[in-house]
Nanobody, 128 residues
Framework: VQLQASGGGLVQAGGSLRLSCAASEVAFDSYVMAWFRQAPGKEREFVAHITWNGEDTRYAASAEGRFSMSRDNSKATASLQMNYLKPEDTAVYYC??????????????????????WGQGTLVTVSS
């Protein structure tokens, strides 16, 4: 599956952005989708993921209560609504996908290493 992330930009602290990830795969509901981010000089970190049917989401502690991930399987898209943005949210945001039936060891569900497909990233810059 090919992924195309969009929606990044420059926003002031406290503002909002909505990121989108468009997938080329017609069987989009075969995939668990996730968002990761990578700030300059730092490792890529988990932000959120959503199950194949959209019924369950999980967020990093830094995103909990401010970010909301959703998906529309009919349109093969996943989104990340980001509210109350902070300067420390500045990073390149990547959408990622893994097949829903992929065996995942306990505790690894938020690791970037279990995701097989990645978008090109979209830059989010939050000014103070």
């Amino acid at each position: 599956v090919q992924l195309q992330a969009s929606g990044g930009g420059l926003v002031q602290a406290g503002g909002s952005l909505r990121l989108s990830c468009a997938a080329s795969e017609v069987a989009f509901d075969s995939y668990v989708m996730a968002w990761f981010r990578q700030a300059p000089g730092k490792e890529r970190e988990f932000v959120a993921h959503i199950t194949w049917n959209g019924e369950d989401t999980r967020y990093a502690a830094s995103a909990e209560g401010r970010f909301s991930m959703s998906r529309d399987n009919s349109k093969a898209t996943a989104s990340l609504q980001m509210n109350y943005l902070k300067p420390e949210d500045t990073a390149v945001y990547y959408c990622a996908a893994r097949r829903r039936f992929k065996v995942v060891t306990p505790g690894s569900s938020t690791s970037p290493h279990i995701f097989d497909f990645w978008g090109q990233g979209t830059l989010v810059t939050v000014s103070s």
